[in-house]
């Protein structure tokens, strides 16, 4: 009935009159008001006007549930949603939600986090103003094909982020999203598996939106970006989340229907360390060399120095850009 009662507001846009809601809904105009008081509590500003009724004046830039699924036209991914003004890490949450066998598709997105997780131990900082969601999947695919869905997601985040807010932004593998040179977006796959079957996948996605760089740490500001930043100016939040959702899902159903060939040459399109040389730091080595692209599996291909063709699984980029550039 709540959200039955803000379509009302939100379609009406003049003020609407209590008793026409409570004929309406059939209850008491107490019972209206409580929805209305738990409404404002949410965040909507809607103004109590004595005698008249309701009107509904602002649209919280909060990435509620309710909002996230108006008019999403996906067919699983985000019907279900865990909102979090805080939690430490979405992805552990999501974590926890799959290993109590909740369903694929189940989304987990938090206003704000406190012990936000990069790869291999790092931190991910996440105050107000980003995404930070995670999504459940249940791919029945092999363990080993799993690196893919990073490769898939940093598209999906690539393309809403073009379609939704027009700035060019490029992919350095395995996991960056960047405008210009600077990371305005990380991905953290993890998995649950066995030897030859994956119990569940879970993407954690971290978009910087609407914040300005002074709320990053210093040595962040050099290598790190927001949409903001990059524009100018807010965007609203919502939209953005619900084309990366519609967009995850299109390219899912590739994935799972057998046709990564088809996103990974999508995929190559963005990539801006192609061609260039660079050193990959994995974690027993240091490799330098030529980026050849990214292969069917999603693994990097280095073209040495003596000329010899290396593929690499998992590890982070430098490119030799010149000195003093900033470098994520
Ligand atoms: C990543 O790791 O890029 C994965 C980030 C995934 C974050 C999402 S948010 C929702 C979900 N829940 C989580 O807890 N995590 C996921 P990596 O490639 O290891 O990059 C980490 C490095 O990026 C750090 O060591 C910093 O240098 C830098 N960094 C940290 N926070 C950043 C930010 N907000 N924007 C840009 N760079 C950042």
């Not at 704000?112 to 980003?130: E, Y």
């Not at 000329?307 to 900033?326: E, F, H, N, P």
């Amino acid at each position: 009935m709540r959200d039955k009662i803000l379509r009302i507001l939100k379609e009406e846009k003049g003020v609407v009159s209590g008793r026409a809601l409570s004929s309406m809904f059939r209850c008491s105009r107490t019972s209206i008001w409580k929805h209305i008081k738990a409404l404002k509590e949410e965040g909507y500003g809607i103004s109590s006007i004595p005698r008249f009724g309701y009107r509904l004046y602002n649209i919280p830039d909060l990435l509620l549930p309710r909002e996230i699924k108006e008019e999403l036209s996906t067919k699983f991914i985000g019907h279900k949603i865990y909102y979090f003004k805080e939690t430490g890490s979405t992805n552990d949450v999501a974590r926890d939600l799959a290993l109590a066998s909740e369903e694929e598709g189940t989304l987990v997105i938090a206003e704000r986090q406190t012990k936000g997780k990069g790869r291999i131990g790092r931190r991910w900082v996440s105050p107000f103003g980003g995404i930070w969601m995670s999504l459940i999947l249940r791919p029945r695919v092999s363990p080993a094909d799993a690196s893919r869905l990073t490769l898939l997601s940093s598209l999906a985040v690539c393309k809403s982020i073009k379609k939704v807010v027009g700035l060019p932004v490029f992919l350095k593998w395995p996991n960056d999203v960047l405008i210009g040179k600077k990371k305005v977006c990380g991905i953290l796959t993890e998995m649950d598996s066995e030897l030859d079957l994956i119990n569940f996948v879970i993407v954690g996605i971290g978009i910087n939106v609407n914040m300005d760089m002074n709320v990053f740490p210093e040595g962040l500001q050099k290598t790190a970006t927001s949409i903001k930043e990059e524009l100018g100016k807010d965007i609203k939040r919502i939209d953005l989340l619900k084309s990366l959702l519609e967009e995850l899902e299109r390219l899912y159903l590739l994935f799972t229907e057998g046709k990564f060939s088809w996103i990974l040459k999508e995929w190559k399109g963005y990539d801006c360390i192609f061609g260039h040389d660079v050193e990959v730091a994995t974690l027993g080595e240091i490799i330098k060399g030529r980026a050849m692209g990214v292969d069917e599996d999603g693994a990097l291909i280095i073209k040495g120095l003596n000329g010899a063709t290396k593929r690499i699984l998992s590890g982070d980029v430098r490119l030799w850009w010149r000195q003093g550039d900033s470098n994520p």
